[in-house]
């Protein structure tokens, strides 16, 4: 059960030194905020792998050689505990993990669907009450509002209000509009969507929770930094 151990101990290592040590990475300003947005993100797959290979390790010592599929271990999971003395190992990792993996799985399936029929629904109500234009060289719905407001929709665009035409000048349109297309470039909105994920399925764990609070904060300074380069600071 070695293996196990060192993946369970590095996990925990992670959930819990993990916030701390790249909260101190970002305050230190040499990483800008695309590489802290990586790193986040790289940290909470870290942490999601480092798990999933604590439960395949204790799998494979728990069954040895005979480990042929995930049906036969769960068949003859109780005959090789017997056979290799790993009851507390098995009867504490084994459930958790399986309620774990299908927590997740369920929270993933959920969101997915949400998120999904949200888009959809959203794409209608533009395509019925708004209008394609060309604004600052792209191509934008445009919708009557008073109140002034850009955002993008993955794989429908960006949206703008009449009333963000109205109190922007042409060069600050450029740079909102160049804002939300890095944000589809960048794939900004997946990213969010992991680290909620992550959150949601599994509360509780620091890291998971900092990144949940962290990242939606650094894709809006990544996309300021793609603007500032694309525009201009000013």
């Known amino acids: 059960m070695t293996a196990a151990a060192t993946a369970l101990s590095a996990a925990l290592l992670l959930a819990v030194a993990g916030p701390s040590l790249l909260g101190r990475a970002g305050r230190a300003g040499v990483l800008g905020p695309g590489a802290m947005l990586g790193l986040w993100t790289l940290a909470t797959a870290a942490w999601l792998l480092t798990g999933a290979a604590m ?12 480990l042929k599929g995930f049906v ?11 056979a290799n003395d790993a009851a507390t190992w098995a009867a504490v990792l084994g459930p958790a ?9 369920w929270v993933t399936l959920r969101r997915g669907r949400d998120a999904a029929r949200w888009r959809r629904d959203h794409r209608r109500g533009l395509t019925a009450g708004a209008r394609r234009r060309t604004v600052g060289g792209r191509r934008v719905w445009l919708v009557d509002a008073d109140r002034p407001h850009a955002y993008c929709v993955p794989g429908t665009g960006v949206v703008v209000t009449s009333g963000a035409l109205d109190a922007l000048s042409s060069r600050q349109m450029r740079a909102v509009l160049a804002h939300e297309q890095a944000h589809l470039r960048g794939r900004h909105h997946l990213l969010v969507a992991w680290a909620r994920l992550l959150d949601a399925a599994f509360p509780g764990v620091p890291l998971l929770r900092a990144a949940a609070r962290e990242v939606p904060v650094l894709v809006e300074w990544a996309a300021d930094d793609r603007a500032a380069r694309t525009v201009g600071a000013a």
């Open 97 to 105: 993990a399986a309620l774990a993996a299908a927590r997740f799985a």
């Open 72 to 82: 036969t271990a769960c068949v003859t999971l109780l005959q090789a505990v017997r």
């Open 55 to 66: 439960v395949v390790l204790l799998a494979a010592e728990v069954m040895g050689p005979g």
